[in-house]
């Protein structure tokens, strides 16, 4: 039988990579460090256990499928209107449901080279024209970005901080590029490292979102809130652009224990407040020790960095990702990233983070002796 006789996809579908998630596992290891997908080391508030715990004797019942209870705790956390929040199953759901809503055949959708892979398969499934904008020292140039905006422009994806280099943009370069924007063209600010960031430069976006008819600021709960396993993201935007993706997403597109748990760890900052103070103590540690074996580490303002391998002779990512993996260490492959010569290490409890840099040491060691 010839393939036209059968259900074939629309044009774009198999264009996309499907997306490939970190490893979790290293084969012959007793204990694996798992360093691939920028989780939590201190895993999540109590208090958000307790209210995962509390919704298993009420499986049979669907969930609010208009989240009231997390989006008013999410308005109570950051002073917003619950009208114009939006849930969704991890801030994913809401970044596809961004392209389905704006994005027609032939439009096109812009984010950078190093951006979150997903930008692309969701432009893409919309029927969209992936457009890539190249990157200056693995951080987004608002001009770049400009240059490559037509009439046909729909959607700007900017990742900040980006995913996997862990650079930002200061906010005034994001008015800069916001303001230079077609007022149809919609700015998607992904600010899922949002909570790390320490530098007084940056915003997440809220304020753009808040004033703005044509930028939406999503958000998730999967890194420092430690519930990557229940998907729970969000989105503020205007309530013109809430309408419009009510109209199409699921509509249990957040389950009942993402819920409740969600709105519980929004009320222990005490324990967000922990885990950003594990990660401005590690992210200058590991970068630190792991430069001064010869390595470039991309200065990172998230729960990660950056490694490349090809400054020292003899030496490639995919060397050091078997070397790590074989001690149990497992970083995140970059190269579908446009990254061949990197790698993405999470940063994790002192343990992990100190084996790494002693494992890096013998692995610089080996290959130092081979040169």
């Known amino acids: 039988m010839s393939h036209s006789a059968r259900p074939t996809p629309r044009p774009g579908i ?4 499907a997306y490939v998630p970190g490893k979790s596992v290293a084969p012959g290891v007793q204990k694996v460090f798992k360093l691939s997908s920028n989780e939590t ?3 999540p508030s109590p208090k958000a256990i307790a209210a995962f715990r509390s919704v298993s004797d009420q499986l049979e019942l669907y969930p609010d499928g208009a989240a ?8 109570r956390r950051y002073g917003l209107e619950p009208s114009r929040i939006i849930c969704g199953n991890g801030s994913d759901d809401i970044l596809h449901l961004l392209a389905a809503a704006y994005v027609g055949d032939g439009d096109e959708g812009i984010f950078t080279t190093h951006g979150f892979l997903v930008y692309r398969i969701a432009i893409l499934a919309a029927g969209g024209v992936p457009i890539e904008v190249p990157e200056t020292n693995y ?5 770049a970005i400009l240059a490559r905006v037509t009439p046909r422009t729909k959607i700007v994806y900017l990742a900040n901080p980006n995913n996997p280099t862990g650079t930002y943009l200061p906010f005034a370069e994001v008015k800069r590029l916001h303001a230079a924007l077609p007022p149809t063209t919609l700015l998607v600010l992904d600010a899922a490292y949002g909570e790390y960031v320490r530098r007084n430069d940056y915003s997440a976006g809220i304020e753009l979102a808040s004033t703005c008819e044509n930028v939406v600021m999503t958000r998730t709960f999967s890194k420092i809130y430690g519930l990557a396993a229940l998907r729970v993201g ?10 419009a993706l009510h109209r199409i997403r ?3 597109n957040i389950n009942s224990a993402a819920i409740e748990a969600g709105a519980a760890a929004l009320e222990d900052a005490g324990h967000v407040d922990a885990a950003a103070a594990h990660n401005e103590k590690w992210v ?12 470039e580490v991309t200065p990172s303002v998230a729960n990660f960095v950056l490694i490349h391998f090809s400054k020292l002779p003899g030496q490639t990512a995919a060397d050091a990702d078997r070397f790590l993996s074989e001690r149990g260490l497992v970083l995140r492959n970059v190269g579908a990233y446009g990254l061949p010569n990197a790698l993405r290490m999470t ?3 002192e343990e992990a983070n100190r084996l790494v840099v002693d494992a890096l040491r013998v692995f610089a060691g080996i290959t130092a002796g081979r040169g």
């Open 68 to 75: 009231t209870k997390l989006r008013e705790a999410i308005a």
């Open 41 to 43: 080391p201190l895993g």
């Open 139 to 143: 951080t987004a140039n608002v001009d």
């Open 14 to 17: 198999l264009e996309i990579e």
């Open 234 to 243: 969000w989105a503020y935007a205007p309530e013109h652009i809430c309408d």
């Open 347 to 349: 940063i994790g409890t």
């Open 250 to 252: 699921g509509p249990f």
């Open 284 to 295: 200058p540690w590991v970068s630190e020790q792991i430069s001064g074996l010869g390595y």
